[in-house]
């Protein structure tokens, strides 16, 4: 009876107080979301840029992406306590009073029953009887009627708690019930994790991938995707066919008006997969690369499949072993092959879009590994030239606008051990290897019909300048000392740089222009090619104005070889945008030409980087009258503002040339022994062949060469020595090669 | 290489915001109790989902701080190679 009096019973103010707790905690989760987004937007903003940077932003991004249900779940969670609190006060109140009229009317009924007794007890008191009778069936009317609003109340308490009960357990949003009944026991401790994933994987594993499953991973990965323990036990039971039927049901919901959630689950599990592969040996990541390639149904969406390649933090075996396999079906099963690596999506490669090509993410993941990446490339101690023909002259990497080789390129030539490895021997046998590879593979994309200025990222652009820009010295002695010497030790083909025999590049002449000028159209990469080109330049005087000097002979061969490299890269840049008229404003071409022009005039390359740097981002490369800007801070002298001016109305390469020239010029007396004074004991006619009475005529040579290389290069109908090579060996002028 | 850029002193600020958000994490945090609400139906509901989410937070607060972390050892890594690389060429 007791209990039945107070139907609404309960503290509404512990609701009410752990409403305002929790949403606490959601409004902690928006700061901390906004303070990490805020973060790592200065990173966006160009404060770290590169692979790794991307990979940071984009792990950065789905972390921020992830944050949003819990915080929508804490709200929930939150309004309906509040909710809940705020009903049952009013319960509360409507109950107290239907309880104070109870109440009276019980005593009133009490008292009327004493009466009544009394009356019936007396004689001649009939009509009082009647009367009293009458009142206490009127005041009972009364109690029952009160009774009936304290059920009301009761059943209204009931409803209120099963609606808050219901929302309460769909705050975590879809297949958060299903995931606490898998992973906690009816008063809420956590089962022990191998029992929950013998029925989570039962669940996901039963049939087809549900929308219902789908919705139960997102909240196992909310809860556990930062655990490596358990994802890389949850991700190897589900084995990647699992992982890939899931992607491909997640990949059917992006579409759709809740797209979000699919959206999440694609982070999560990218996240998760990363963690995961970091407990893997690098065996099992490779098996489960090539494993997700298997998995993929070419006949079905499989989308959001290469993505899983591009998570920071992922293994680079997952990719290496994924593009190894790949590399086998292209040989053994090319139907296969094809539709994989061809496939084209909805939405790859576009702005806005979702997915990545297969064969560009696995690029991009295994060039985080330069020696793999380097492997992938050899057989033996030899460049695979099947492989280099096709993954770099045949295929076609518009969608990817080239990013993939590049990107590959840059790794290889610029890792770590192959630098130091050419440092300590230019015949170290990783350098060769690097070289020979390089060299094959520079080639074949110089010769790659697909590779045009319109198809070319800028980030491909700088990353085959970067790839080529320490090969500038074994371009030069290449060019004027051919590539077809050989190490008489190795039997490397060699060239001769400051004395010393290193590894030639060997790529054909117009196929090193076309890589070169496709690339250096794109204005930084043209400033890291240019800059090594002066710094090249900046070497070679001060090795020519060294006391105890080498003999004229030699400066002379390598003063011609700067004055070729000059002239082929202004060259390569210059016909490529003349090819393109339509694709390169005049603007933009006067820009090159001023970038080119101004590292010319300062050589060495860390000055004139960062001269060019600030032009670029001021704008600064459009005329020369805004060059005046970069004196009056102190970024450019005047004397060379003077000799980029007065260069600058005649030819670019006279203004490189003449930058050389001046440098040996300003030394000139000091010089030792002196180019003036050849040494005796030749006939007069023989010494005044090879004497050289000013800096003007040391580097005649070099000038003219400039020159002729300059023109050489520069004529788009060219045949024979300029024509590009082919991946199917034929050749063609450049102005036939699209 | 060029298109690699990198400004340590902004890096290392950010890496620092990320790694005091994955200090948030707690997961014994105290969760407030409604155990005298007045319905067994949902204390019971509340805290299931209270634990539930409270592991996502706890996750979500982690996944930030580890990205600290493993940014943070890239960059060490990253300064290794550039030393390596100018003794190499010095």
Known sequence: VSEARRPDHGVPSECTGAATVVEGYAQTLVEGRALAAGAVGRIGAGAWTGEAASAFCGTADALGAAAVPVVEAWDRVAAALREYGSELTNLQEEADGVRRRLTSEEEQLESLLIVLRDAQESSGAALRVATLTAQVAMVRAEVAACWTRLEDIASRRGDLDQRTAGALMAAPGPGGAAWVGIAYTPDGRRLPDAVVLDELLDRLTDGEVTDEDLDLLRQVLLSCSNDPAWCATMLFALEASGLVEVLDAAAVRLDDPDGAAAAVLLGLLTGALASASARWDAQRNQELGAALLDAIDSDTSHVLVPSLFTGAGLDPQVAVGALDHLEQMRVDDPDRFRSLADAQYPGVGAVGGYGVDLSAALFGAVSGSPSDALAFLCEGDMAATDRIRYWFGERDWTFDGFEGPATMLDAIVNATAAQQAREGDPFDPLWVLTTVVASEAFQQLGGNLHYTLDHVTPQASLDIAEALAPYAPEIAAGLEQGTEGTDDQSGTKAVVLFGQTVPALGVTPGNLSRLLGIATVEPRALAVFTGAVSDYAGRVVDWATADGHPPAEQVQDALKGVGALYGLTYASYGLESELHAELVSDAHRAGQDLAFMLLGAVPGVKTGNLILDTAIKRGALTSLEELDSLVADGTLTPAQLDAITLAARGAGTEALARAVTDQIADRWDGISPSYADPPGGLDAAASARIAYQDAEALTAAMSLTCDTYANAFSNKTSSGAYDVTLADGTTRARQEMG | ?90
């Open chain 2, 1 to 90: 290489v060029a298109d690699l850029s990198l400004d340590e002193a902004v890096v290392v600020d950010v890496l620092g915001v990320l790694a005091r958000c994955g200090q948030q994490e707690d997961p014994d945090r105290w969760l407030p109790s409604v155990a005298m609400c007045g319905s067994d139906a949902v204390v019971d509901a509340y805290a299931h989902a209270a634990v539930l989410i409270r592991a996502q937070e706890a996750n979500t607060w982690a996944g930030w701080g580890a990205l600290a972390r493993q940014t943070a050892a890239t960059l060490t890594a990253l300064g290794q190679i550039d030393a390596q690389l100018a003794a190499a060429v010095r």
